[in-house]
Nanobody, 125 residues
């Protein structure tokens, strides 16, 4: 079994920054596919970014490219989402996720096996 726990959410003014962290324990290893998703009420959980811990290949949804950066700390079994130039449309509950399987469908929440409980990010205009 494995567990992931997010931290680092909060409230910020538009244009500000936040850094989300995801700590993994148990049978989650640094060569996994790790990702971030977000969800607002009434909408499906959407892909934000992902990274392969083994090689560092990253993927982003177009709306966050150039503003968000996903990274890993393999020594500590953790990954991060640095969010800059935040805008109100980024307001959501953010979830970290992981899977031991490589997948071309890195954007599909169904390929991920481990999920955190979510952390709220609120961006005020």
């Amino acid at each position: 079994q494995g567990h992931v726990v997010e931290s680092g959410g909060g409230s910020v003014q538009a244009g500000g920054s936040l850094r989300l962290s995801c700590a993994a324990s148990g049978r989650i290893f640094s060569n996994y596919l790790m990702g971030w998703f977000r969800q607002v009420p009434g909408r499906e959980r959407e892909f934000v970014a992902s990274i392969y811990g083994s090689g560092g290949v990253t993927y982003y949804v177009d709306s966050v490219k150039g503003r968000f950066t996903i990274s890993t700390d393999n020594a500590n079994n953790a990954w991060y989402l640095q969010m800059n130039s935040l805008n109100p449309e980024d307001t959501a509950v953010y979830y970290c996720a992981a899977t031991p399987y490589a997948s071309s469908r890195y954007f599909d929440r169904s390929v991920y096996d481990y999920w955190g409980q979510g952390t709220q990010v609120t961006v005020a205009s």
